[in-house]
Nanobody
Framework: QVQLVESGGGLVQPGGSLRLSCAASVSIFSARRVAWYRQAPGNQRELVAA???????NYADSVKGRFTISRDNAKKTVYLQMISLKPEDTAVYYCNVYLSWGQGTQVTVSS
């Protein structure tokens, strides 16, 4: 079973930036899709960003132009660069690789 460990979350002011990391216990080279989801209190988990093995990306409309997903196969790590953060980005962020989930990392955007 794939183990995923997210990190990089924290408290940031509106307009700030964070970079989330998701380290996998196995190679992600053959993962056809890697993705980040988020879940805010009282809400369902929603897709934030995804990337195919070929590099094709898709983003939720609410984060387009502000978030960037990337993958480093050599480091077995998936990243989510987030800029211009808004209070509505506050949530627990989860990565998804090979149908496995990490434990999540909390992102709180507040002044």
């Amino acid at each position: 079973q794939v183990q995923l460990v997210e990190s990089g979350g924290g408290l940031v002011q509106p307009g700030g930036s964070l970079r989330l990391s998701c380290a996998a216990s196995v190679s992600i080279f053959s993962a056809r899709r890697v993705a980040w989801y988020r879940q805010a209190p009282g809400n369902q988990r929603e897709l934030v960003a995804a990337m195919s093995s070929g590099g094709t990306t898709n983003y939720a409309d609410s984060v387009k132009g502000r978030f960037t997903i990337s993958r480093d196969n050599a480091k077995k790590t998936v990243y989510l660069q987030m800029i211009s953060l808004k209070p509505e980005d506050t949530a627990v962020y989860y990565c998804n690789v090979y149908l496995s989930w990490g434990q999540g990392t909390q992102v709180t955007v507040s002044s």
